[in-house]
T-cell receptor
């Protein structure tokens, strides 16, 4: 079956511009996670959705970052006024539910480069 | 809060040799532990997970890991390395309850190189 998909796969933007990153989770998966992978910080959690609600936004690095999820499915991560330190690979994952034992299935990521 | 330490950012082995990737965790509550593999320009793929059922966990591609509570370790092993095992490996911890809800905390990763 279809896995987690993310778009675009690559995004180059100028400093100060806004960007939107999209995640399509596996159908039926109620939990959705965003992570960021960068050379300096490794893999870090950003935000977690259960359905359309985000009970844990603790990993969002600044108020320039926001995310939403609609219809319990697609999620969009928005970065406003991008900075060079935002350059990273943004990974989305989904799982059947919020229990920690459930496997998280990862998408291929969006590589963001801020010039 | 929980954390993960992977000892050795790079590990190099010969084809056919034992693979040992080290992971130590810190958690104030019983953890769930995972090993993921990442091939270049791809997302993460789950190799195996520990969810308190059995301490020796077998995963895909011949990998296994043993949960040792006394040592707070979850090392990944494979008896005989293949060239196709060359990738980056991440150990991760998760706990249930509170607002964590499955959030993964990752180690810094170990790049495995396999020599012919």
């Amino acid at each position: 079956g279809a896995g987690v998909s993310q778009s675009p796969s690559n995004k180059v933007t100028e400093k100060g511009k806004d960007v939107e990153l999209r995640c399509d989770p596996i159908s039926g998966h109620t939990a959705l996670y965003w992570y960021r992978q960068s050379l300096g910080q490794g893999l870090e959690f950003l935000i977690y959705f259960q359905g359309n609600s985000a009970p844990d936004k603790s990993g969002l690095p600044s108020d320039r970052f926001s995310a939403e999820r609609t219809g319990g499915s697609v999620s969009t991560l928005t970065i406003q006024r991008t900075q060079q330190e935002d350059s990273a690979v943004y990974l989305c994952a989904s799982s059947l539910g919020r229990d920690s034992s459930y496997e998280q299935y990862f998408g291929p990521g969006t590589r963001l480069t801020v010039t | 809060a929980q954390s993960v330490t992977q000892l050795g950012s790079h590990v190099s082995v010969s084809e056919g040799a034992l693979v040992l990737l080290r992971c130590n965790y810190s958690s104030s509550v019983p953890p769930y532990l995972f090993w993921y593999v990442q091939y270049p320009n791809q997302g993460l793929q789950l190799l195996l997970k520990y969810t308190s059922a059995a301490t020796l966990v077998k995963g895909i591609n011949g990998f296994e890991a043993e949960f040792k509570k006394s040592e707070t370790s979850f090392h990944l092993t494979k008896p005989s390395a293949h060239m196709s095992d060359a990738a980056e490996y991440f150990c991760a911890v998760s706990v249930s309850g509170g607002t964590s809800y499955g959030k993964l905390t990752f180690g810094q990763g170990t790049i495995l190189t396999v020599h012919p």
